[in-house]
């Protein structure tokens, strides 16, 4: 016994030394890893400051004058690009598709949790096989479509598009779902209540966690893509959410004259989705690993 | 299974009469013992339920046959009959000899008629299950007649929607939105992928019409430049998504193990610093990073400056560089992800498997070789499949960062860069090349069902095995 633990203390003095060189190493590291990984971001927001207003680039980064001129002017000088309508068509259109696609989802996904019907495995793997086609596929049909009934280029359109595949996301939901426990439902049933009065009143609320990140994810989904933006949208100006109008300021045409308020409206736009990626990345993890992780 | 739960509540009335829904009879056997009624119900659809008392129920079956039948009749016959030419008569001029000038006629849209009718041969699929329905309910009420049951009013249907057939109210909703904005365009899409529907065939000037496969065989074989950039591409595509997944999975899982190493400190800002870039709008983050290094952008301003470079460096805009630099700034956006996913997954690994590798005196990589990367490989493989998926469609990146360029002249509409996806969004989008893109969808589609297949599988195989030891 004695012996044992002369050894280990012997053995543990040369390890406390290495250890301590591997802390010094990996500090050094990850300092070094971080300035790499933040500088882009910093670079960013000094240019969104940055008073030289008509140099696209400057060779040093940070702004020999500070300003808020980049800021205050999205909103004021709205003659070619209307920043202020820009956010409003993106709000609107995130709260709207916001709340259709967290019920839609929502509902898909207790559902396929806990009803059992005959068609369920089978609508499961239709799910699945319709998500491995490329979006853009179903993109252009769709736009054709909206187009012949008149809806094209229009904030509705836009709305439909981005609440229009909610039946599939349902995957995150549904595991969260899975890991209420069956009892409580159970216990709901016995007191009298129906499938509608458990979703309601036992799954929702005690969910509330998956309610908020769905609604959450659906919310931010708009204020990032300008892809189907583009697709929908066209040359209708007026009607561009915020990343297509901001993804607009920096082509070829106007990007020496708008640069530093194109960083500006991103730090706008980043600002908020930053906040709340921060705090629901918990779940953000969880429901992407979910399926690989056991126990 | 399912037959028990939806019909134990009516248990007690289901067990009194034979053939009800716990023995499921086939729809034949529905027919020959459900009356008279229940032969006219498939053609009256209601007519059973409404002989038997079922006033609402009956007609509201009347009522969306009607529906169904004059959709048909005023809409989807005038699409439907010219599905299989996809048009006839072009828009063109025609001389009018009223006036003795040339009128532009209207012709007909192949674009509409494809569309409209797609939609139209879909909505037989609700009309086959209500008449299947009609069929049914008049059987069982026929049965409730002859046990002498009273049959149940409408508002006690209706209420069963919130209990028993709580699922048809969820997901009716879900289901329209899906079919109408997800699978309908896909098969729509998918039919395009037969047609000549390209730049040249545009409508409603031009038709176009059903060609079969020749625009897999172009792809594959007969058109040099098709075939051309497609072999490139799909070569690209595959080398970049191998390379993007694992150099994020291994930087991703080192940078997870040093951030969490014993005896670091300030874990969670570390942890911050690197999130933050995860959460930065990735096409506010790419495209500053893609002029960062544009040909007059400050990396290459910098280094002038500082005397080290005379001609700027072309990171975005020489083919194998444009490469290298997608791989390595991919790396800028997917080892913070990784390092996000991993980290609970490393804390799981038991601890005395380090501990005896310790006193055997192993060396921190002989370590993450033999015990670290076994163990992660073996947990997170579905999920790194589904990475690689993910890369293979990777749009973002690739679009933001190079656009896909250089353009390459050997390629039809693509550059050095561009994946798949990325050429797909450019035929459509830019050129109009619809059959094209359809065709190539559809080989994306093959691509990845093949690894989602193997990542499923990979997962009920980890499920099957009990642990990792």
New interface residues.
Partial sequence: MSTREIEHVGLSHSMKRRKQITNAAIYVTLSLLCIFWLLPIAWLVLSSLRGETKEMYTSYIIPKQFTLWNYTSLFTDTKLFSFPRWYLNTLLVAVCSCAITTFLTLMVAYTYSRLRFKWRKRFMNISLVLGMFPGFMSMIAIYHFLKAIGLNQSLVALIIVYSGGAALGYYVAKGFFDTVPKALDEAASIDGLTRNGIFWKIILPTSMPIVAYTALTAFIAPWVDFIFVSVIMKDNYANYTVARGLYMMIDREHMSEYYTRFCAGAVLVAIPITALFIKMQKYYVSGVTGGAVKG | ???N??TSAQGKRARKIPHTDEHRPKFIHQLANGGAETWLSAIIFGFGSFVNGQIIKGLLYLASEVGFILFYLTFGWGYVKDLLTLGTVQQGWVFNEAIGIDELAAGQNS??IL?YSVLTIATLVPLFMIWRNSVKSSYLAHERKLAGIKQPTFLKDVKTL???R??M???S???I??T???????I??VAIAFTNFDATHQPPGKLFTWVGLTNFRNIFFDNPKYKNSFGGILTWTFIWAIFATVTNYLLGMI?AL??N?Q??KLKKL?R??????????????L???S??FAD???VN??LK?WNWIKDPIKFLTDPTLARIMVVIINM?VGV?YTM??T???LM?IPADLYESA?IDGAT?YRQFVSITLPYMLF?????LITTFVGNI?N?NVI?LLTSGGPLNQNYYQAGDTDLL?TW??KL??DRSD?NL??AI?II??VI??AF?LLAYNF?GS?KKEDQFS
């Fill in positions: 299974m399912s037959a739960i939806n674009m509409l569309l919130l209990d028993l709580y699922h109210t969820l997901m909703l879900p289901l939105t899906l109408l904005f997800t699978a309908l365009p896909i729509f899409m940078l040093m951030i190493k005896g670091i570390w911050t610093c690197f999130v933050i870039t995860i959460a930065v709008p990735q096409f506010v983050s495209m500053l990073v002029r960062m007059t952008g400050i301003e910098t400056n800028w913070p996000l996913m980290t609970g997954i799981n310790n921190a947990v997170t493989g579905p999920y469609n749009f679009y996806v797909l969004y459509t989008v619809y893109a359809s969808g994306i589609f990845v069902a989602s997962t980890v």
